[in-house]
């Protein structure tokens, strides 16, 4: 990939800029500096199960900082060369490498699933964790991982059972395995080092899968303190700053242009048809938990009669309390539409695990597990757990677990494009309208 990238770097400043390519110190300053770049962003350190929102992120980190870097050689060795031209130089660069890379995707996808590529893999152990990585093998053959079944020393009826696990290791060695899957709630801490020392021994990866626990988790960082190795148990991306700039940025522009072309006049509309309706404010603004769990006001658009329970009973399927329009604008989520006031003063997102009462936090911060990690990033609009169906009242308490488990998995893989993709389901979950919006 690296060659490719490069050959179309040269291939470009050669047809774009024949007289400059004559020049030493131009033809090594670029590939010097893309190389530098592509190490320090880690842009070819992508595998085959990495997910698209990375390869967007490292394709913009790269690209902003070979931009910087080819000004700003002009800028010190040809100041007064004409501007436009290098921006079409750089354009197509660009473009090229996208194309070559998306064309190479797609043709290692095929060719993966009609049989090449792949990579023999096998699982030691069974539990929840082992039937959802069985699951995700199985399902994801563009990915090239070819799973030969699983050892376990208790047979189950899902999936192909090779064995005992202390038969793994002649099969390893005999049928080419590429890579073993350990999971680490099956075997022993004695087992795991002999399966690395046999590992190491044959060249095969040994990769570890924690326990699943319904709740998907993200550990790896790891700092050193002087020479000691130190994990942090919880990483989340919008810990780094760029990121944290990048998702606010968002939530500004968007909020923005939300409230200038939409709200500036929708809202007076709205102002007259409630008050038509029912004596009372336009607005309701409720005291709910935010980022690092503290209060805010949260905006809405008043959708049921005035009344002394708003702030203690969660809305109810037929809820007597619900106006015919708020009926209308919670079906629609329109009454959900002032807290793009909120984003822009910057105590919610865009896009984030919803936020909920006061009474519920309290409530749900004791008997559900993992419920506060939803504060570790602001509330959202919107969110993961929304557009998978979970929103509106909590029946049952399967209901507050799945939200929970969608909420970690949201802010544990946090990307903008994310964001984008869940945005847009919104809306459309909007338009075709949402069984538990009322």
Wanted: aromatic share 14%; charged share 20%.
């Amino acid at each position: 990939m690296t060659s490719i990238d490069l050959s179309i770097i040269n291939g470009v400043m050669c047809y774009m800029n024949p007289v400059l390519y004559l020049d030493l110190v131009y033809i090594l300053f670029f590939n010097a500096a893309w190389l530098l770049i592509s190490f320090n962003n880690q842009f070819y350190n992508l595998y085959r199960n990495a997910r698209p929102s990375k390869a967007v992120y490292l394709i913009i980190a790269q690209f902003s900082t070979f931009f910087l870097a080819y000004f700003t050689y002009f800028g010190i060795f040809k100041e007064g060369n004409a501007v436009n031209d290098q921006l079409v130089t750089l354009l197509l660069i660009y473009s090229l490498i996208v194309v070559s890379k998306l064309s190479i995707v797609i043709l290692l996808k095929g060719y993966r699933i009609a049989g090449g590529n792949y990579r023999n893999v096998i699982i030691i152990g069974e539990d929840e964790s082992v039937s959802v990585l069985r699951k995700y093998f199985n399902s994801r053959l563009e990915l090239g991982y070819r799973l030969k079944g699983y050892f376990s020393d208790t047979e189950n009826n899902e999936g192909k059972f090779l064995g005992k696990i202390s038969e793994s290791f002649n099969f390893a060695k005999e049928n080419n395995i590429d890579e073993i899957y350990l999971s680490m709630n099956s075997i022993s801490k004695e087992q795991i080092k002999e399966f690395e020392i046999f590992a190491d021994n044959n060249l095969i990866t040994l990769k570890l899968v924690p326990d699943y626990k319904g709740v998907f988790r993200k550990m790896e960082a790891v700092q050193y303190y002087d020479y000691l190795p130190v994990i942090s148990f919880r990483q989340l991306p919008l810990d780094d700053v760029f990121r944290r700039f990048i998702k606010r940025l968002f939530d500004i522009v968007f909020s923005g242009l939300v409230i200038t072309l939409l709200l500036s006049w929708l809202i007076p509309i709205i102002a007259i048809l409630i008050r038509w309706e029912s004596k009372g404010p336009i607005f309701f603004k409720q005291k709910r938990d935010g980022l690092n769990g503290r209060a805010f006001g949260c905006y809405k658009f008043r959708s049921m009669k005035s009344n002394t329970q708003a702030n203690e009973i969660q809305a109810t399927k037929q809820d007597a309390r619900i106006t015919k329009m708020g009926a209308f604008m919670r079906k629609t989520s329109i009454d959900e539409l002032p807290q793009f006031i909120n984003v822009l003063i910057g105590n919610m997102s865009v896009v984030g695990p919803r936020p909920h009462m006061l009474q519920h936090t309290q409530e749900f911060s004791k008997s559900v597990n993992k419920y506060m990690v939803r504060h570790f990033v602001k509330p959202g609009i919107t969110g993961l757990a929304q557009i998978k169906g979970y929103r509106g009242e909590i029946k049952v308490k399967t209901d507050i677990n799945n939200r929970v488990k969608f909420d970690v998995f949201y802010l544990e893989n946090w990307s903008l494009i994310l964001d984008v993709r869940i945005v847009l389901q919104t809306v459309s979950n909007a338009i075709s309208g949402e069984e538990n919006a009322y």
